[in-house]
């Protein structure tokens, strides 16, 4: 059987609370020679080579490689959508371009379901939307309601995001054909009779 190492291993009686150790078992001649020899490598290698760090594993950093984010949150966190995309937004200068489509959307809600039905926004351009009808009558009706119209966009969107309101008409077939017309002509007529 091999003998113990130290007097841990041994169960002896120094090991027993009480009793006071004695000489060869506070130390393991092994032991000591081996830390002692490994201390002087070290010292060696400290004298011809500098000193010492501790060993950390660290990552290059490139150039152009985005850092890591601190204990507070910043650009570089994960974002929530709408939070970007309002962003994204005002940085572009599309928010009153994305409200204005936004009330097209809502259109009925706006003017009304009947009014709805009959007149369309086709285009938001430099404070002026356009409104096509279906009819002579209901562009009519939406010229006479412009300034009320005005006034309801504007609560929508904003101050001064839609200073007029230009009503067209139905777009009805042409019957010009080619570069060259008459001035006062009757249009279309028949020719045979």
Known sequence: MPEPRNS?????????????PTEE????????????SLAGRLKANAAKNGPTRPFRKSR???????????????DRD??????????????????????????MARWP??????MAEHCKPETYQDTE??????STAWATQLRLLAPDLVRRLNAELGEGTVT????????????????????????????YG
């Open 8 to 20: 841990s291993e041994s169960g002896s009686e120094s090991d027993l609370p009480g009793a006071e």
């Open 25 to 36: 078992a506070e130390h393991d001649k092994q032991g000591l020679d081996l830390a002692k």
């Open 60 to 74: 290059r950093r490139h150039p152009g490689e985005p850092q890591v984010s601190g204990a507070r949150p910043d």
């Open 78 to 103: 994960p974002q929530r959508l709408t939070s970007t995309m309002n962003r994204l937004m005002r940085d572009q200068g599309w928010e009153v371009d994305v409200a204005v489509h936004g009330v």
């Open 109 to 114: 809600s706006i003017v009304g379901p009947e």
């Open 129 to 134: 939307l356009t409104v096509r009808t279906d």
């Open 164 to 191: 007029q309101v230009k009503v067209q008409g139905p777009n009805v077939p042409s019957w010009r054909k080619g570069p060259r017309t008459v001035r006062g002509g009757r249009g279309p007529r028949d020719t």
